[in-house]
């Protein structure tokens, strides 16, 4: 059929173009089992429009089944996978636990079986490999923690398939040269990270040798790995970065870094595109303390641009011609120095800039350079004194810069605030925990237990927030596991009650929780 299906198809498609309606179909002839069908599909008079698309799908059927494939022209013999270093999982409940995570599973919990994997000095069982290749390739998220768990084979397997070359590299025990130059991204990221480490110099001159030959997204992700041990030492590659890399990713990175380091030339120069903005007006003749103001730039400055400083406001920009030169200047400068400059605290000056005329600007300026640099007092002070739409974020972003310790109060103090017909707190504190804890990561015992306690209250006024519940199973304390899956399955003419909506909320989720258990106490002879 593959010779003459072209005739076959354009038999179809006058009548396809303008309607049967406007065009009578008459079926393709041809002989034998699929002429008669097409004969009988042709005898529908009474539904043309069905005819036609009942033909054209038993065409295109056989025309895929005629097709002949073509030898391939790549080498035959393929090097073998290396031996394997560690063992592979070898329990069959939590082979199909973890096959099931692979496909279903909410992405946090997929991450921390995985990482629960590596933690036990496992691997993934080799029947595995394909699936938890194809999940790789769907979600970049997964990466990090799919890579160090696939083996010598899921690489070797990562080097055959050109959707899976993510995860190609070198052996996890080849020597260091050879996992700089052959390893994938992740392995290098990792190997220069290590060294960073233990020799920052050493490191930085690999990376500076090695820049030249990497595409964009290769020099963006090794560069920032500077942030490791960053000094003074590395003011030059990041100052030739800045100003010459062909990838505008490279050199805002490059320029963040700078920003991180006050005795830089680059930050030097910010403070003194700054410093006219700012003064401070005393009062009464220098009498009494004064207050500090900032005024923008009247024009931009002609050698603005060598600092990635643009003039021209970007279209799509809220903030005005004025308030934008000033966000690109005080994003310049490292956060310590408007408080050591001014000497007022991160509250302080967070109450300051609201008082005036540029807070936008200033706070996105202070949030950006934050997001590089976290500091736990200007993060309470943006959480105490938010901003608002302003900066395009929510607290959630500022609460995964803080160290887990110091988030919790926050969620403590807004769950304790939760009663009867206000429990939309329980939402807030749920979203902004699947938010800023990582993967992996939980929060108290004693936070869990509220949330438990708090959270029927809210289950029984919303439905939407049961779809949120798979990621709060996956921070709750482990220790409150148990407690949930010994709870019964509500009775199906229960009155609806806090108490059973929490046991749905729980049937509902009931895969998700026995997996995270299953996997808490994994050990290497599993």
């Known amino acids: 059929m593959s010779e003459s299906s072209t005739t076959y198809w354009q038999s179809l498609l006058p ?31 009474d539904a043309p429009a069905r005819a036609l698309l009942q033909s054209a799908g038993v065409l295109a059927v056989c025309e895929r089944a005629s097709q002949q494939g073509q030898a391939s022209t790549a080498p035959t013999t393929t090097e073998a996978a290396a031996p394997e270093t560690e063992p592979a999982l070898s329990s069959d409940s939590l082979k199909i636990t973890l096959r099931w995570a692979l496909t279903e599973a909410p992405a946090r919990l997929q991450i921390e079986l995985l990482q629960r994997l590596k933690a036990a000095g ?26 160090p768990v696939l083996g010598e084979r899921g690489r070797w397997l990562g080097r055959q398939n050109s959707a899976w070359r993510y995860a190609e590299g070198t052996a996890a025990l080849a020597p260091l040269e050879a996992r700089w130059s052959e390893g994938s991204l992740a392995q290098r990221a990792l190997l220069l990270r290590e060294e960073r480490q233990r ?29 490791e041990g960053l000094s003074m030492q590395d003011e030059e590659l990041l100052a030739g970065l800045a100003s010459k890399d062909r990838g505008s990713e490279v050199r805002q990175i ?6 991180q380091l006050p005795e830089s030339a680059q930050t030097q120069r910010a403070v003194a595109r700054l410093l006219p903005c700012l003064e401070k007006k005393s009062m009464l003749a220098g009498l009494i303390g004064g207050k500090w103001k900032i005024e923008p730039p009247q ?11 643009e003039a ?3 279209k799509y920009e809220s903030l005005g011609e004025r308030a934008w030169w000033l966000y ?11 408080t050591s400059h001014t000497g007022m605290t991160p509250d302080a000056l967070l109450l300051w800039a609201r008082k005036g005329d540029w807070a936008d600007a200033l706070a996105r300026a202070w949030f950006d350079v934050l997001r590089m640099t976290p500091d736990t007092l200007w993060c309470k002070a943006f959480l105490d004194h938010w901003p608002g739409k302003s900066l395009g974020e929510s607290r959630a972003t500022v609460l995964a810069l803080l160290p887990a310790s110091e988030r919790e109060p926050y969620w403590t103090q807004m769950l304790e605030q939760v009663k009867p017909g206000k429990a939309g707190n329980v939402h807030e504190v749920t979203s902004q925990m699947a938010q800023a804890c990582p993967p992996g990561e ?20 919303s439905y939407y927030m049961r779809a949120l519940l798979a990621e709060v199973c996956c921070v709750l304390h482990p220790a409150t596991l148990p407690s949930l899956l010994a709870l019964p399955p509500p009775p199906e003419d229960a009155k609806e009650t806090p108490a059973h909506a929490l046991a749905q909320a729980v049937q509902d989720n009931l895969q998700a929780i026995s997996a995270r258990h299953a996997f808490l106490n994994l050990s290497a002879s599993v």
């Open 199 to 227: 020799d920052a110099d050493s490191a930085r001159e690999r990376l500076k040798a090695a820049l030249p030959d990497l595409p964009a997204k290769e020099r963006s992700e090794l560069v920032a790995v500077l942030a």
């Open 328 to 338: 690109q200047l005080a994003r310049q400068l490292p956060l310590v120095w408007w």
């Open 254 to 259: 490059a320029r963040a870094l700078l920003v």
């Open 299 to 309: 024009a931009a400055g002609d050698d603005w641009k060598a600092d990635g400083l």
């Open 442 to 461: 939980h929060v108290s015992l004693a936070l869990s237990v509220l949330l438990l306690e708090k959270l029927p209250l809210y289950l029984k006024q």
């Open 122 to 147: 496992l691997r993934l069982p080799n029947g595995l490999l394909p699936l938890a290749l194809e999940a790789g390739q769907r979600s970049v998220a997964l990466r990090p923690a799919l890579l």
């Open 15 to 45: 009548a396809a173009m303008v309607g049967t309606e406007k065009m009578a179909f008459t079926a393709p002839r041809l002989a034998g089992a699929v002429g008669d069908l097409l004969a009988q599909i042709g005898q529908q008079t």
């Open 312 to 314: 021209e406001r970007p």
